[in-house]
């Protein structure tokens, strides 16, 4: 008798039966099987799996799911610490706190998920802990102390992660950011947002941002800046960012009303690059081949969408973010035609823009002598200066 693959399915009487034996027998060996089997799983199953655990649950059974903690799963651990804290309360909080300080990684995530339900007042004493648990390297602890901080409204941890946008480091500036973001401190979108557009993790930086705020909000607040948010994430697709964001990130809808509704030089920026990224992901199975059926629907979606824009409209309005202080200039650059518009950039105080001329120049076939001349007086970091030499 397969008791996941019952667990699992369709038939109320199986499922009911499964989950029932699960709790009743604190079925350990099935509960392992069943986190190891969760990378195969579709969500809508696994939050099927978790109804049918709690309902499965009362008080003369939830104990059992203690024996649980020593197997981490992020898709159930919220149902078992409300479980625990459903039938036992606070009484269960001393073992809790037990198990928060001398347990494994997985079974701190537990706790600390066990602790978001419990009233604020009775976890004063385990804050300086959290913050600590809240810079774990097991991202369900760090992700689940994190949440707890900010439900616990801890104005501390929230601060240390504000001071390290502005840090040197930026690794820890994305730390900060990914902290921030889990935090929910929406009040520091914009520090985010100005932190993104200097870094080189940019395309990290910008797929947290949804999370932050939807980018329907983020595009009706301020659109310039949600649409270079949106260029990032466009660029970081599928390197660093999976082809199944475009469900999360609802960009069908999101590239229509641009192109109907607000098409400027910024959004026709976006545009250009998003039509020639789906193109390429639509046309290379490899890029879709672990995707489900929804993701790979939503991607042909959005290329036919695209396909029908106009390149030559998109193109003309983009041409005005070709100067020095554009945000959009490293986007727009890369559709520019004019030779002229080209040579005009080699007098940009940005080394980076400036190379990247000197390499679609190259690829034109239209590099000189002349330019790599004038690029050398403008370059001075000695690694881009021998790379202009090379070119």
């Keep these: 008798m397969d008791l996941i693959k019952q667990l699992t399915g369709k038939n109320p009487a199986e499922y009911e039966s499964a989950a029932k034996l699960l709790v009743d027998n604190s079925d350990v060996n099935l509960f392992e099987k069943l986190v190891k ?5 579709f969500d809508f199953v696994k939050n099927n799996v978790a109804k049918r655990i709690k309902n499965a649950c009362n008080k ?5 799911l203690m024996n649980f903690l020593d197997y981490y799963s992020p898709s159930y651990d919220t149902v078992i610490a409300e479980v625990l804290y459903e039938f036992g309360g606070t009484e269960l909080l001393p073992e809790m706190k037990e198990v928060f300080l001398n347990g494994s990684e997985g079974n701190k995530a537990y706790a600390v998920k066990y602790f978001s339900f419990i009233p604020e007042e009775y976890l004063t004493d385990l804050i300086p802990l959290v913050r600590t648990t809240a810079k774990s390297e097991f991202e369900p602890l760090c992700t689940n102390s994190i949440e707890l901080l900010s439900c616990l409204k801890d104005e501390l941890s929230k601060q240390e992660a504000v001071e390290n ?26 520090e985010i947002i100005n932190v993104m557009k200097k870094s080189t993790l940019s395309e990290n930086i910008a797929s947290e941002i949804p999370y932050l705020t939807p980018l329907s909000e983020l595009l009706k607040d301020d659109l310039d800046n949600g649409i270079l948010v949106l260029c990032h994430i466009i660029n970081a697709i599928p390197e660093i960012i999976p082809p199944t964001a475009v469900l999360d990130y609802n960009l069908y809808s999101i590239f229509e009303d641009l192109y109907l509704n607000n098409l400027t030089s910024t959004s026709a920026t976006l545009l250009r690059l998003a039509k020639e990224k789906f193109a390429e992901l639509a046309s290379n199975e490899e890029y879709l081949f672990d995707c489900d059926k929804n993701t790979k629907e939503e991607v042909f979606a959005i290329d036919n969408l695209l396909c029908g824009v106009n390149e030559q409209k998109l193109n003309s309005l983009l ?10 200039v490293l986007f727009a650059v890369d559709y520019a035609d004019e030779i002229e518009e080209l040579e005009a950039l080699l007098d940009s105080s940005n080394q980076t823009l400036i190379l990247k001329v000197l390499e679609i120049l190259k690829n034109k076939n239209a590099l000189k002598i002349s330019h790599k001349n004038l690029a050398l007086e403008k370059i001075s970091e000695p ?9």
């Design 60 to 64: 003369d059974n939830y104990l059992n």
């Design 37 to 41: 089997q969760e990378d195969f799983l």
């Design 165 to 190: 946008l502005h840090s040197n480091d930026e690794f820890k500036q994305y730390d900060a950011v990914k902290f921030l973001v889990t935090y929910q401190a929406k009040d520091t979108l914009q």
């Design 319 to 328: 041409y005005e973010e070709l100067y020095d202080e554009s945000d959009f």
């Design 383 to 391: 690694g881009l200066k021998k790379v202009v030499e090379a070119l």
